[in-house]
């Protein structure tokens, strides 16, 4: 597969299982603002009828001063009776409803919580997903623009895994991204974070670092996976990784500085997998990816 098309790929992929992420979230959404329109029109229609019960109350005041016969008096608190029982059920039944909205609510408030785990939280690693890499590398950038403070990223791609997947089947291969996720977050700092690129591919993100502590941070990655064994049927399956690392730089675009990354872990592909390169070992003819 040549270079263009191995982006290309991996670009649909990645657009494909951002606008799923994106769907889950816009659903919960609407519902939220369905049921909380739902709530202003009941609140909306129990004021109009509090208003009312209070209008009542001043005619009646008026009533009871101009006619001071007991039979009058009678027949006003009659009616004012009749418009209590009213408001007092209309009381109940805003109260049942809002007791009710409550509950829905807070069921509403923990779907919403989960639909924003979801969408930015890989069901299968439990890793964060490529939509919350895209905000957190677009925030960690405008810190450096802003307070000069450099980070780099390290993309990295497990070996051969079609191959894995083929041979053993999709399932090890689902066990294998699990463990390899254990041990990217097991490897890495508190203050690094973790995502799944997509796919078969694993993204982090590390302030405050050039690459050399980079480049130390991606071996200890690659070697702990290396050194992993991955079962099946009693027969331990070996997992490489290869990976690419950039730093930020004055005058970059994310896309650049991405790219750079990619482009240094297609290069650890070529020239033979199981390795780590970084933007230092680029070729020449990748020169315009630098400012």
């Known amino acids: 597969m040549t270079e263009d098309k191995f982006h290309v790929l991996r670009k649909i992929a990645h657009e494909k299982k951002l606008l799923q992420d994106m769907s889950q979230a816009e659903e919960a959404n609407e519902r939220a603002n369905e049921l909380i329109m739902h709530l202003i029109k009941e609140l909306f229609s129990s004021k109009e009828q509090y208003s009312q019960y209070g209008l009542s109350l001043d005619q009646f005041s008026k009533q009871i001063q101009s006619d001071k016969g007991i039979e009058g008096i009678r027949g006003f608190l009659s009616s004012l009776l009749d418009e209590t029982v009213q408001i007092q059920q209309t009381n109940t039944n805003l109260s049942q409803k809002l007791d009710h909205s409550s509950k829905e609510l807070n069921e509403m408030k923990q779907q919403l919580e989960v639909a924003i785990k979801e969408a930015v939280i890989d069901k299968l690693t439990q890793l964060y997903n490529r939509r919350a890499f895209e905000r957190n590398i677009r925030e960690e950038a405008d810190r450096f623009f802003r307070y000069k403070n450099p980070f780099s990223l390290i993309i990295l791609d497990v070996d051969d895994f079609k191959n894995l997947n083929d041979s053993y089947g999709h399932q090890i291969g689902d066990r294998a991204l699990i463990g390899i996720a254990r041990q990217l977050k097991s490897n890495v700092r508190k203050t690094d974070s973790v995502y799944r690129f997509g796919g078969e591919e694993f993204a982090v993100i590390l302030p405050n670092t050039q690459i050399p502590q980079a480049g130390l941070a991606a071996e200890k990655i690659r070697v702990s996976v290396q050194e992993t064994a991955f079962t099946r049927h ?12 950039s730093q ?14 990619d ?3 297609y290069l650890a592909k070529q020239k033979g997998k199981n390795q780590i390169k970084t933007q230092f070992d680029l070729p020449e003819s990748d020169s315009h990816l630098f400012p």
């Open 248 to 261: 930020i730089r004055e005058g970059d675009t994310l896309e650049e500085f991405i790219l750079r990354a």
């Open 234 to 245: 009693k027969v331990d399956v070996g997992i490489t990784l290869s990976g690419g690392i």
């Open 263 to 265: 482009k240094a872990l």
